[in-house]
């Protein structure tokens, strides 16, 4: 099995009708021996209705009128499946459309959750003297962001430089924020995580 985003042996062509949403809906197709198949990929935080329409030769898809399919938020879903014609060379091209006015007729199929980048990259040191960090990295882990922990007890080159940023580094019981390479120790919860990135976000744009 192979799994790309471009497919250079099929001739696509994609086009997106917009809405509110920051990242556009990718699609990432995946060939087999009889099948093409096509996933949208939603690195938002909110849900949003999609429908793909494929049009081409050298394959056969299900007939009717096409029906708009839920993507969750942070989450990968099948929306298309080809069949391949025998002894046919498949070529297509494809547009997709995307809502964020979700449909009560949207068709809702199984959903594979995904770990997205963050408005800043977030790097969080953990020391022996933090209470909160443990709480912190495990709400992380069950949160949609990409992120890295680093223990500074079994760093001491690293501890060192942080140092010279934060003097009282010894003293600190609160985590240490590495939020897009500035440091922070006043963000002592999972939720204050958040609402700072957030706040980056806004000041950002």
């Known amino acids: ?9 099929f001739l696509c062509l994609a086009s997106i009708t917009g809405f509110a949403q920051k990242k556009p809906i990718t699609i990432e197709e995946e060939k087999t021996k009889n099948r093409i198949n096509f996933y949208a990929i939603n690195e938002n935080l909110q849900d949003v209705d999609v429908v793909l329409t494929v049009t081409g030769i050298g394959f056969k898809q299900r007939g009717g009128a096409e029906r708009p399919i839920r993507v969750p938020a942070t989450s990968k879903v099948q929306v298309k499946s080809l069949i391949k014609e025998r002894n046919k060379y498949p070529m297509y091209e494809y547009t997709l459309e995307t809502t964020d006015s979700l449909s009560r007729r949207a068709l809702r199929p199984p959903s594979e959750k995904i770990k ?7 790097l969080l040191y953990s020391t022996t003297a933090c209470k909160q960090c443990d709480t912190i990295s495990k709400s992380l882990a069950a949160g949609p962001y990409i992120f890295k922990t680093m223990n500074l007890a079994e760093k001491p080159d690293v501890t060192k430089v942080l140092k010279r940023a934060l003097p009282t580094l010894d003293t600190i019981s609160t985590p240490i924020m590495s939020l897009g390479g500035a440091l922070h120790t006043d963000i002592v919860s999972y ?13 950002g744009e």
Do not use: D, R, V, W
């Open 1 to 9: 099995m192979q799994k790309t985003t471009f497919l250079l042996i």
């Open 116 to 122: 997205i980048n963050p408005y800043k990259p977030i």
């Open 191 to 203: 939720e204050a995580l958040l609402q700072k990135l957030e706040e980056m976000e806004k000041e």
